[in-house]
């Protein structure tokens, strides 16, 4: 199946950014949804943002404004710029993505993840 890699991540200051990149083996063409979750120590993993293969984009309420993500189908690629960080943000941050096969029927696809540190 396609892999995944992520790459980016890196240590910033408040109010900082940082561009992450993910790069897939093979072609994201027939993936419906790209997009990036993040977890934080003791926390859950979570949804950050996604970017459907029509180019609609739904983000996390606490990120919207400061983030933005973007796909290149041709490239291979899904990005996320994060901009005006929070220490809040601090997290590892994972790529996925979403192949709908039929009603019911999907599959998954995760990268190794990239850490983000945010220092205050």
């Known amino acids: 199946q396609v892999q995944l890699e992520e790459s980016g991540g890196g240590v910033v200051q408040t109010g900082g950014s940082l561009n992450l990149s993910c790069t897939a083996s093979?072609?994201?063409?027939?993936?419906?949804?790209m997009g990036w979750y993040r977890q934080a120590p003791g926390k859950a993993r979570e949804l950050v943002a996604d970017?459907?293969?029509?180019?609609?984009?739904n983000y996390v309420d606490f990120v919207k404004g400061r983030f933005t993500i973007s796909r290149d189908n041709a490239k291979k690629t899904v990005t996320l710029q994060m901009n005006s960080l929070k220490p809040e943000d601090a997290a590892v941050y994972y790529c996925?993505?979403?192949?709908?096969?039929?009603?019911?029927?999907?599959?998954?696809?995760w990268g190794q993840g990239t850490q983000v540190t945010v220092s205050s």
């Open positions: 996925n993505g979403y192949r709908v096969i039929r009603n019911g029927v999907h599959l998954t696809y």
């Open positions: 093979g072609s994201i063409g027939n993936i419906n949804v």
């Open positions: 970017i459907s293969n029509e180019g609609a984009t």
